[in-house]
């Protein structure tokens, strides 16, 4: 590789990326023959800078949280020729860096990216989105939308739990078919989650040994939430494998493409992000994009 552009959210985070961007350009300019900054100031900035740019780089770096980087992977992943994507983590969660083993400083993930470890990723894909971390609808939409704001600036991580708190108590059900192969759905639920990474809301939560490279998504379904019994059942999920079958109150399965209906709609969020309402039809897209890892166990950290 010897391009490189670097797409930044300034407005990222702590504005950490914003103060250190001198230091990764000269950094990077140490090993890359050409090295471009590019600096978003807009949503929607930085999908263009990638339609312009993709072919003539061999390596995009994201710098910034998981919005910035919902962002690029949404202009990459429908290309027929996809650079490399990296990321330096310069969020409140950082889920996806967290998942390919980056570190959280960005001056120290600079040095991971610097040694061009490269691995082939999986990419959720759900009607014309793709999401590389989770897709969710139920309470973890609800969480998204309640981050809004400055308060997700001010209390970083524990925001997401602090949010997740105020909306579990609400305990409101939809009705949720889920078609698939391996299994169907359908009766009430409060959540449904899909997920492709390990991490949400800065903690490997939900499936915390999923893998990026098997071509499968983990798919778990919350009939009925009642605060004790949640955070009791994720406390005992961080510490497993996989989700428990046998609690009545939850649904584990793998799949790699399934459909989704739910009655009222539901806002989606994927990576974070909400764009769009049920229904949907999610499909993993194997190895689909090339991504520089931070750890050569990434699959399991």
């Given at each position: 590789?010897?391009?490189?552009?670097?797409?930044?959210?300034p407005n990222a985070g702590n504005q950490q990326l914003k103060n250190e961007i001198d230091t990764i350009e000269a950094r990077l300019k140490d090993v890359f023959?050409?090295?471009?900054?590019?600096?978003?100031?807009?949503?929607?900035?930085?999908?263009?800078?990638?339609?312009?740019?993709?072919?003539?780089?061999?390596?995009?770096?994201?710098?910034?949280?998981?919005?910035?980087?919902?962002?690029?992977?949404?202009?990459?992943?429908?290309?027929?020729?996809?650079?490399?994507?990296?990321?330096?983590?310069g969020g409140t969660c950082n889920d996806f860096s967290r998942t390919i083993g980056m570190n959280q400083n960005p001056l120290v993930a600079l040095e991971q990216?610097?040694?061009?470890?490269?691995?082939?990723?999986?990419?959720?894909?759900?009607?014309?989105?793709?999401?590389?971390?989770?897709?969710?609808?139920?309470?973890?939409?609800?969480?998204?939308?309640?981050?809004?704001?400055?308060?997700?600036?001010?209390?970083?991580?524990?925001?997401?739990?602090?949010?997740?708190?105020?909306?579990?108590?609400?305990?409101?059900?939809?009705?949720?078919?889920?078609?698939?192969?391996e299994m169907n759905y359908d009766e009430e639920a409060v959540m449904m989650v899909v997920g492709n990474g390990a991490f949400l809301g800065g903690m490997k939560?939900?499936?915390?040994?999923?893998?990026?490279?098997?071509?499968?998504?983990?798919?778990?379904?919350?009939?009925?939430?009642?605060?004790?019994?949640?955070?009791?059942?994720?406390?005992?999920?961080?510490?497993?494998?996989?989700?428990?079958?046998?609690?009545?109150?939850?649904?584990?399965?793998?799949?790699?493409?399934?459909?989704?209906?739910?009655?009222?709609?539901?806002?989606?969020?994927?990576?974070?992000?909400?764009?769009?309402?049920?229904?949907?039809?999610?499909?993993?897209?194997?190895?689909?994009?090339?991504?520089?890892?931070?750890?050569?166990?990434?699959?399991?950290?």
């Open positions: 590789m010897k391009t490189v552009a670097v797409i930044v959210n023959e050409e090295v471009t900054i590019y600096k978003t100031e807009k949503e929607g900035d930085g999908k263009k800078i990638i339609e312009k740019i993709y072919s003539k780089v061999d390596l995009i770096i994201g710098g910034g949280g998981d919005g910035t980087i919902f962002e690029l992977v949404n202009a990459l992943a429908p290309l027929d020729h996809r650079p490399a994507f990296a990321v330096l983590p990216i610097l040694q061009k470890q490269i691995k082939t990723v999986d990419v959720g894909k759900y009607n014309e989105n793709y999401f590389l971390n989770f897709w969710g609808i139920g309470i973890i939409s609800k969480v998204a939308k309640e981050m809004e704001g400055d308060n997700k600036k001010l209390l970083g991580k524990m925001s997401y739990y602090i949010n997740t708190s105020k909306v579990v108590f609400q305990n409101e059900t939809f009705q949720l078919k889920v078609t698939s192969e939560s939900f499936f915390p040994h999923a893998d990026i490279q098997d071509g499968k998504f983990d798919v778990l379904i919350i009939k009925l939430a009642k605060l004790q019994h949640f955070w009791t059942w994720l406390e005992t999920q961080m510490q497993n494998d996989y989700p428990d079958n046998r609690n009545d109150e939850v649904m584990y399965f793998r799949t790699s493409k399934l459909q989704v209906e739910s009655s009222p709609e539901q806002n989606i969020d994927s990576d974070g992000e909400i764009l769009t309402q049920t229904p949907a039809e999610i499909t993993v897209l194997p190895k689909h994009l090339k991504v520089v890892i931070g750890d050569e166990a990434f699959g399991t950290v």
